[in-house]
């Protein structure tokens, strides 16, 4: 791993990693939990929809499903080219032919920054490796509710994992350093004011960016306070549907 990328090795990795591989010429990458014995839990949307919108553009997406097409199955896995949902994987489906990667916990701020493309580290702390193995299954057999590209996705379902952490406000996004950056990025062009404050190129790129880099780290995990820690059972007890719910519940018992 380096500043730049945070490709690593098979064999170093450790039960309760959170990893993830680029799709599509590095346009997302899709995530999940290492939990040993070359398996991953994550979060999937099949039939070509895992990054679909839920209108007439889903059927011109190509599929990002982690496993080879159905006339070709894993002999491990099976074929999940179709599988909604929390499903396990070996290692080969999960990378679908491309990279692995490791996700960052506990980073500070300038190397957040740094890192300036989303989804990839967080300033928040994971918990223990049992904690995350032990939410990973709980949820491999009980859901972890509809996949929603911006607020309920592979990578929410992953932090979740390594965190505990849900967020409680309707009004944003949930906890994807991939969807924040999306987000981000519009707000840097749309919504600054100090845009009219120059004029020329590099002003406006440097506004830009500086605006980008703000909304991204205001967004993250470990700095938002719309945040509050849900043991998986109550999550998963609320049906996952209404995550507010879950984090209400909690608030009563505080």
């Not at 990002?64 to 070996?90: E, H, K």
């Not at 032990?134 to 509809?146: D, E, I, K, V």
């Not at 390594?162 to 950056?181: D, E, P």
């Not at 519009?186 to 909304?215: D, E, H, K, N, Q």
Request: proline content about 4%; aromatic content about 10%; glycine content about 10%.
């Amino acid at each position: 791993m380096g500043l730049l990328s945070n490709k690593i090795k098979r064999e170093i990795l450790k039960p309760g990693d959170h990893i993830y591989s680029w799709r599509h010429a590095y346009i997302y990458a899709h995530h999940g939990i290492y939990v040993g014995e070359g398996n991953v839990i994550h979060f999937t949307r099949g039939g070509g929809q895992e990054i679909g919108i839920g209108n007439f553009l889903d059927h011109i997406i190509v599929s990002s499903s982690p496993s080879p097409p159905s006339d070709n199955p894993c002999p491990r896995c099976g074929d999940q080219s179709r599988l909604d949902g929390v499903i396990s994987s070996c290692m080969d489906c999960f990378l679908s032919g491309g990279e692995l990667y490791i996700f960052e916990y506990s980073v500070s701020p300038a190397l957040f920054i740094a890192k300036a493309r989303g989804g990839t580290c967080t300033l928040a702390s994971s918990d223990s490796p049992e904690e995350v193995i032990h939410r990973a299954s709980y949820l491999l057999q009980n859901g972890f509710g509809c996949y929603d590209i911006f607020r309920n996705n592979c990578e929410d379902f992953a932090i979740y994992c390594k965190t505990g952490l849900l967020v409680y406000t309707s009004i944003s996004v949930g906890r994807s350093g991939q969807a924040a950056s999306i987000l981000a990025a519009a707000s840097a062009i749309l919504s600054s004011p100090l845009r009219f404050l120059t004029t020329s190129f590099g002003g406006l790129a440097a506004v830009g960016y500086g605006m980008y880099c703000f909304s991204r780290l205001v967004s993250d995990m470990g700095v938002r306070r719309d945040v509050k820690k849900v043991p998986v059972e109550i999550l998963v007890s609320h049906a996952v549907s209404d995550e507010s719910e879950a984090v209400t519940e909690m608030a009563k018992a505080d």
